[in-house]
């Protein structure tokens, strides 16, 4: 049974989820808009919206916090000098998404994941 447990385990071991959940956050960060099915987007959501509170205080232990999740120093730029200003009084809901098609092979539910 599931009760009261924190987050979906999408089939994959603890690495390989952590690794898809960064590589998720890359893209979403990058082109700001991205498909993919509706439970990983669910994921992605609170993994995102973590990130760009902490990133809303711009100083270099907000840095090196948020490049120790995404390893990558283009997308922590973006994210902690472009996105999240944006979102200063603000106090939660930075993503929206939008359940879009069942895909063709599995017939998934997708959803697009978006910054509002």
């Keep these: ?66 490049f120790a999740y995404l390893q990558d120093k283009e997308t922590t730029k973006k994210l902690i000098a472009q996105i999240a200003p944006k979102y200063k009084d603000r106090s939660g809901g930075y993503t929206r998404i939008q359940r879009t098609r069942l895909r063709r092979g599995d017939a998934s539910q997708m959803a697009i994941i978006e910054f509002v």
Excluded: C, P, W
């Excluded at 599931?2 to 690794?19: D, E, I, P, Q, V």
């Design 1 to 66: 049974m599931r009760h009261n447990h924190g987050y979906r385990k999408l089939g994959r071991t603890s690495a390989h989820r952590k690794a898809l959940l960064k590589n998720l956050a890359i893209a979403l960060i990058k082109y700001e808009k991205i498909e993919t099915s509706v439970f990983k987007a669910k994921e992605l959501q609170s993994y995102i919206e973590k990130l760009v509170t902490a990133a809303r205080v711009e100083d270099f232990n907000t840095h090196r916090f948020v």
